[in-house]
């Protein structure tokens, strides 16, 4: 179990490291007083396989072995478990062989969903979810949405402890709660809903106030994106507003993850959040600076939908790899931390990384792009 978390020193040491890699120097942003990656790597497709568990530890270990990564997203439930503990090992061969420090790397997951453990795969989710919480007075079979996510502060207590175990760290540094408003948007009113978050923030501080995470926050697809009168709609400001009565004015509520690529725009065009003090309505972009919320993104190559789209502005251009161009363009919009991107082959690594050695572009040039 490795000690210790992303600190100011161990991810300045780390931006220097890959600097002298010839990482370019606007690769890594200030958030929370981190350099972070302007891309990280994320671990959600593949088979519950040793062949994949390989290759994702490959790919990591390469991705954060040049100085392009320090930045690594997963979940609970991706391959049941086993892209959580391919982390892991990956974690301890970095370390072991003196690559980087647990200090230097950014440890992201999620909870929420229900999942059965890829190690035991003759034991069926239905199977799990009885003999491990339903059994055990941990849930019940109300607490679990159509859609098997799962918001009870017990089973959330348990995710994190799991997690934790999994990757083979003493302290995470950022916890999402994973697709919850879509999950339950049909089941429950929203005053319920935000009801239901705010025992689960409750339960992000208690593991704040024990050291073993970070940072939380909200993953999710479209409720920061859509229409107001859509009943999905949730409003960053509330949001906000929740983690504050939970957990005062220093509380860990400080992250949310969303769509975002060529095609999906919306985060940075779309205005439909309201802040205090704005009198008009303002994108999701806009809401997530003002209120002091960094934004992850996911989906960057629309799940490789747009590695045909051809560009025609040369400032991407420049950039050998497709999928590396298209990272250029998310990385470079305001408001966005870094995209994740999902990969398991180590040719798909060494192209996507490749846009590490780029400096990010000029605003005027992320417009132009934007309103293509």
């Given at each position: 179990m490795h000690k210790g978390y992303a600190t100011e020193e161990g991810t300045t040491a780390y931006r220097e490291y890959a600097i002298t890699n010839g990482v370019d120097p606007s690769h890594f942003k200030e958030?929370?007083?981190?350099?972070?990656?302007?891309?990280?790597?994320?671990?959600?497709?593949?088979?519950?396989?040793?062949?994949?568990?390989?290759?994702?530890?490959?790919?990591?270990?390469?991705?954060?072995?040049?100085?392009?990564?320090?930045?690594?997203?997963?979940?609970l439930n991706y391959r049941a478990m086993l892209s959580e503990k391919s982390i892991g090992k990956a974690l301890n061969s970095l370390t072991d062989r003196g690559i980087i420090r647990r200090e230097n790397i950014f440890?992201?997951?999620?909870?929420g969903y229900a999942t059965n453990d890829g190690e035991y795969q003759k034991v069926d989710l239905e199977s799990?979810?009885?003999?491990?919480?339903?059994?055990?007075?941990?849930?019940?079979?109300?607490?679990?949405?159509?859609?098997?996510?799962?918001?009870?502060?017990?089973?959330?207590?348990?995710?994190?402890?799991?997690?934790?175990?999994?990757?083979?760290?003493?302290?995470i540094d950022l916890v999402y709660i994973h697709n919850s408003r879509?999950?339950?948007?049909?089941?429950?009113?929203?005053?319920?809903?935000?009801?239901?978050?705010?025992?689960?923030?409750?339960?992000?501080?208690?593991?704040?106030?024990?050291?073993?995470?970070?940072?939380?926050?909200?993953?999710?697809?479209?409720?920061?994106?859509?229409?107001?009168?859509?009943?999905?709609?949730?409003?960053?400001w509330d949001v906000v507003s929740v983690a504050h009565k939970v957990g005062g004015p220093k509380n860990g509520f400080k992250f949310i993850q969303l769509p975002f690529n060529y095609y999906m725009k919306e985060p940075y065009l779309f205005n439909n959040q309201v802040v205090p003090d704005s009198k008009n309505q303002v994108?999701?972009?806009?809401?997530?600076?003002?209120?002091?919320?960094?934004?992850?993104?996911?989906?960057?190559?629309?799940?490789?939908?747009?590695?045909?789209?051809?560009?025609?502005?040369?400032s991407v251009n420049m950039i050998p790899f497709q999928s590396a161009r298209l990272l250029q363009f998310v990385r470079s919009v305001p408001g966005i931390v870094a995209p994740l991107i999902g990969q398991k082959q180590l040719e798909h690594s060494k192209q996507n990384t490749a846009v590490s050695k780029y400096k990010l572009l000029e605003k005027s040039d992320v417009i132009r792009l934007l309103n293509l």
């Open positions: 958030v929370e007083n981190l350099f972070l990656s302007s891309i990280g790597m994320g671990s959600y497709l593949g088979n519950q396989s040793q062949v994949d568990d390989e290759n994702i530890k490959k790919s990591l270990e390469y991705s954060v072995g040049t100085g392009s990564v320090n930045v690594i997203d997963t979940a440890i992201c997951t999620k909870n799990y979810l009885k003999a491990m919480y339903i059994d055990k007075g941990i849930i019940q079979d109300k607490d679990i949405s159509p859609s098997y996510n799962i918001m009870n502060p017990d089973y959330i207590s348990n995710c994190i402890n799991k997690s934790l175990c999994n990757l083979r760290i003493e302290t879509e999950s339950w948007f049909d089941q429950v009113d929203t005053n319920t809903y935000l009801e239901m978050l705010s025992k689960v923030f409750q339960v992000y501080e208690n593991f704040r106030r024990d050291g073993k995470i970070r940072y939380y926050g909200m993953a999710t697809w479209n409720c920061f994106t859509s229409n107001q009168n859509d009943p999905k709609y949730l409003s960053l994108s999701l972009l806009e809401a997530a600076t003002r209120l002091g919320i960094h934004v992850f993104t996911s989906v960057p190559l629309f799940q490789g939908r747009l590695l045909t789209e051809q560009f025609s502005d040369e």
